[in-house]
């Protein structure tokens, strides 16, 4: 681990995390590389956002893309950086010496042109470890740019998602964030396999490979079956009841009977005894072959109720539900709220933002806690302070 002291004003709090002496420089942009070094920010690391003059072009992002510098760069530290030139140059190599991690997502050919890639990095940093999230790994591909989106029509996810005639994305950036948590994957076996002695290492993250790890789950069920697999708005399905209701006070409510238990269950509770009693609708398989005569009926008695009976009396049989929420409704569900799902995040300009927190508890507590949004240049400026005050 680095023994380099940290000037960051935001890890006071994390000394006692996992990757508490960790130093990471991380030179990335958008939602791949910098959601890599914000989860192990949140894990304790100091990680050190190297950003061209002028600033990371992802902090003036506008509309859906506003959240991605605040969102994934929180907890970190900021320099400023003329890597053309050689004052640049000698402050990336001095950071560089001091650093366990380097991250970067940018083309091969742009690293290389500033020396930066894995070859030369290994030969002058011997124990760094580079993580490299790139869009496509070795192959016919590697040479083109990649997007989320790109990808996930490529392998067959935006088919999955939408249908045949319309191809949709996931509503999210679901292969940008994962790569970033391969990153993080990578990096702790590298950390690991340091303590051996066997020095740095390569971690390489392909955009296209992530997603189709994403849709293994498809192609195998393809090759076990010889049947092509529809599109998840076609699928035939696969239980009785796993459908979205309308409720009396005119909300949405999915619920989804999949045992005998809650078969039994759901149908004496909800006065569905008619159901219960049919000799055709005996097994599970009986009772997915009768859907369409089924859920009409299900459907009529749940409307008769209001939302929270209806959650209340299904939470209490142990069957799973959920009502039709949007993301913001999350700010204020009970859950999130008590769990400790949330965190705070401050930015430059003294607005407060809650974050969801890292989905791990570490020995009985979340594994986040309230971070900064860096100003550009921060770490210069706490530097300047600190000899100032010196």
């Not at 050919?109 to 020396?115: F, M, S």
Request: with cysteine; aromatic share 6%.
């Amino acid at each position: 681990m680095s023994t380099a002291g940290s000037t960051s004003a935001f890890k006071s709090g994390a000394r006692d995390l996992p990757l508490s002496g960790v130093r990471v420089v991380e030179m990335s942009h958008m939602v791949m590389g910098p959601s890599c070094g914000m989860v192990l920010s949140q894990l304790g690391a100091d990680v050190i956002k190297v950003e061209p003059i002028g600033g990371d072009k992802t902090r003036h992002l506008k509309g859906m893309g506003i959240s991605f510098f605040p969102l994934f760069s929180r907890g970190k530290e900021s320099i400023e950086l003329d890597t053309s030139s050689v004052s640049g140059q000698a402050e990336l190599d001095r950071l560089l010496s001091s650093a366990d991690v380097f991250i970067e997502n940018f083309k091969d050919g742009t690293v290389a042109t500033l020396g930066l890639d894995a070859a030369t990095l290994r030969s002058r940093y011997p124990d760094l470890i580079i993580c490299s999230h790139k869009g496509f790994l070795s192959g016919p591909y590697e040479h083109r740019p990649a997007l989320d989106e790109v990808v996930q029509m490529m392998t067959g996810l935006a088919y999955m998602t939408g249908s045949r005639e319309r191809p949709l994305r996931a509503g999210a950036s679901v292969n940008d964030i994962m790569g970033g948590l391969f990153g993080v994957i990578g990096i702790l076996a590298a950390l690991l396999d340091r303590r051996s002695g066997k020095g740095g290492a390569e971690v390489r993250v392909g955009l296209f490979e992530n997603c189709l790890f994403i849709v293994a789950q498809h192609l195998v069920q393809y090759q076990l079956t010889g049947v092509p697999v529809p599109p998840m708005s076609e699928r035939m399905h696969a239980w009785p009841v796993y459908d979205i209701f309308e409720t009396a006070d005119h909300e949405r409510l999915f619920v989804a009977v999949t045992t005998d238990t809650s078969w039994t269950a759901f149908c004496k509770t909800f006065d569905l005894e008619e159901l219960l009693l049919d000799p055709g609708l005996q097994t599970v398989s009986e009772r997915i072959a009768a859907r369409e005569r089924t859920i009409p009926v299900i459907a009529a008695q749940l409307r008769t109720k209001p939302l929270s009976s209806l959650e209340a009396e299904l939470d209490a049989l142990s069957i799973p539900f959920a009502r039709i929420s949007a993301p913001e409704d999350m700010l204020n569900d009970p859950h999130v709220l008590r769990s400790g799902g949330l965190v705070s995040a401050e930015l430059p300009d003294g607005t407060v933002v809650r974050i969801p927190s890292l989905p791990i508890e570490f020995n009985g507590r979340a594994m986040s806690h309230d971070t900064a949004v860096p100003a550009l240049g921060s770490r210069d400026n706490a530097q300047s302070m600190g000899a100032a005050l010196g």
